[in-house]
């Protein structure tokens, strides 16, 4: 099984559209959460972090759930701009900062 | 202020050569962990580096190795390259006190072994 798990994609949507990503991790040791997004043939961005309590930044929701060992990313009203790959990311336990990436969800918006 | 910086951009091998890939962490950053990205897969950990030392490695053979300097710059080297060794490597800095510190890439170095 792997580390961390995530839609497979493509989701292709239309402008104005909802989508939701999700991500399952297999450590519950886990101790941080988020979101990069990556454009095509460039490099990962924070996108945003995540947290217990879930989190907003405009059109983006997080949300955690530590017993199912779930996150989630909510983009609402999407732009032809989101298009990008959205990759989960989990922060194992010891600090440290090693970060376990997902393949990643591609979303393509089209007008 | 200057980000995550690497070089070089591109770069073709030929199998059982040698690379050293380098990286510039970004400005206030201790720490840098270096990445291998197959086309179509999330980034791989290979290792991180902390105060010049290999702290964390990931499931990589010992052809990979790396090296940190005073400075906080590490190096990636690869032997014997294969073929399966083609891949976008990048390179990451963040804060290492700073627990839930995000990573901060560089925009990588494509490589190609032919």
């Known amino acids: 099984r792997k580390e961390v798990e995530q839609d497979p994609g493509p989701f292709n949507v239309p402008e104005g559209a909802t989508v939701a990503f999700n991500c399952t991790y297999s450590?519950?040791?886990?101790?941080?959460f988020f979101w990069y997004r990556q454009d095509c043939r460039k490099e990962p961005k924070l996108l945003m972090s995540?947290?217990?309590s879930g989190n907003e930044d405009g059109r983006f929701t997080a949300q955690l759930n530590r017993a199912s060992q779930y996150i989630s990313l909510l983009i609402r009203d999407s732009k032809l701009s989101d298009s990008a790959t959205y990759l989960c990311?989990?922060?194992?336990?010891?600090?440290?900062?090693?970060?376990?990436f997902g393949a990643g969800t591609r979303l393509a918006v089209h007008p | 202020d200057a980000g995550v910086t690497q070089s070089p951009t591109h770069l073709i091998k030929t199998r059982g050569q040698q690379v050293t890939l380098r990286c510039s962490p970004k400005?206030?950053?201790?720490?840098v962990s270096w990445y291998q990205q197959a086309l179509g897969q999330g980034p791989q950990f290979i290792f991180q580096?902390?105060?010049?030392?290999?702290?964390q490695r990931g499931n990589f053979p010992d052809r990979f190795s790396g090296h940190q300097f005073p400075n906080y710059s590490s190096e990636l080297n690869v032997n014997a390259l294969l073929l399966g060794d083609s891949a976008l490597y990048l390179c990451?800095?963040?804060?290492?006190?700073?627990?839930?510190?995000?990573?901060?890439f560089g925009n990588g170095t494509r490589l190609t072994v032919t």
């Open positions: 995540v947290y217990s």
């Open positions: 450590n519950s040791a886990s101790q941080s």
């Open positions: 990311v989990v922060g194992l336990s010891g600090g440290y900062n090693k970060l376990i």
């Open positions: 580096y902390y105060e010049e030392e290999e702290r």
């Open positions: 990451a800095s963040s804060i290492r006190d700073s627990y839930n510190s995000p990573l901060h």
């Open positions: 400005s206030g950053h201790d720490t």
